[in-house]
């Protein structure tokens, strides 16, 4: 006896067959797709940047399209550190890996929360959603994290006097606590950026605590001329920057110094020193006249 081929039967044996792997057949003897399109990932939220001892939220938003869904896998760099699979009785499990501190509380089927970052922590992150048996249809995206350094404070100034003569030189540094990355600098004077012919630098060093991080210093030198006053002041700011994640600047508020001669006299005086007093006045309504001149 001999097995029937595909010759031997009629069409409709043959979709009889065929067809009930792929389609239902409904109450009128017609066939309806029983295939899942494909699940589908919508966005994956991860951010690029983030600091170091701060915390991060994964999501990862899918369409199952009618399927039902198997399980949630996260990676980091190819291995596996979180799952949710909603059919098994722990749905929500998290597997160890350098710098991947889960927060079960605060995670979910869609949403990973890490916490406690560090440098290693850093790396390519991947969400994995996959449909039940039999097609165990698939949908996978990734995205990578980097972690920063990012300093506690201000950067620090250096090398500023309470008050300053005309025609004296300023020199001041300003240095930035360890970072990784460097930090991006800037001077201004009266909230207005400093020309390139009076900074120096930047200069970089490594942190002998971190030899990751570096600290950074962009040294301002300039010779004072009445233009650098506003009102008797000259306000000298240095900003930091690592973007997207810090900006943060130091302000030093100086005065003008002016000469002995200059300064008030004594409220006791003969008349042989009144004249001398009335023409040092003249002359400080003057200078201060041509100092607070705003160019």
């Given amino acids: 006896m001999r097995w029937p081929n595909a010759t ?33 990932l919508v966005e994956l939220r991860v951010p690029t940047h983030e600091r170091e001892g701060g915390s991060a939220l994964l999501g990862c938003q899918y369409d199952l399209e009618g399927d039902t869904l198997y399980a949630v896998k996260w990676y ?16 929500m499990k998290h597997f160890k890996l350098p710098g991947v501190h889960v927060n ?12 406690n970052l560090t440098r290693e922590s850093a790396g390519l992150y991947a969400c994995e959603v996959s449909g039940e048996a039999p097609s165990f249809m698939t949908a996978r995206s990734e995205k990578y ?14 090398g500023l006097k309470d008050k300053y003569f005309l025609d004296d030189l300023v020199v001041s540094n300003c240095t930035t606590a360890p970072s990784t ?12 950026p400093v020309l390139k012919r009076f900074l120096r630098g930047p200069w970089y060093r490594v942190s002998a605590d971190r030899p990751d991080a570096i600290e950074t210093t962009l040294q301002l030198r300039f010779t004072v001329t009445p233009s650098d006053f506003v009102d008797g002041a ?13 900006q943060q600047e130091t302000t030093s508020t100086h ?28 002359i400080l309504t003057v200078l201060l006249s041509v100092l607070f001149l705003r160019i």
């Fill in 255 to 282: 005065y003008i110094d002016l000469p002995l001669s200059l300064e008030t006299p004594s409220p006791v005086s003969s008349p042989s020193t009144d004249h001398a007093i009335k023409t040092n006045w003249s």
């Fill in 104 to 115: 079960e509380s605060r995670s979910s089927t869609t949403v990973v929360a890490l916490e």
């Fill in 8 to 40: 031997d039967l009629n069409l409709e044996t043959r979709l009889d067959i065929i067809l009930p792997s792929y389609f239902n057949r409904d109450t009128n003897g017609f066939y309806t797709n029983n295939i899942v399109r494909s699940v589908r």
């Fill in 145 to 158: 994290i980097t972690v920063h350094l990012i300093p506690d404070t201000g950067p620090k100034l250096t």
């Fill in 76 to 91: 980091k760099d190819g291995k596996e550190f979180f799952k949710y699979a909603p059919r098994i009785q722990t749905p």
């Fill in 234 to 246: 000259m306000k000298l700011t240095c900003q930091s920057t690592i973007a997207p994640l810090y």
């Fill in 181 to 192: 990355p460097e930090a991006h600098l800037k001077w201004l004077i009266n909230d207005r």
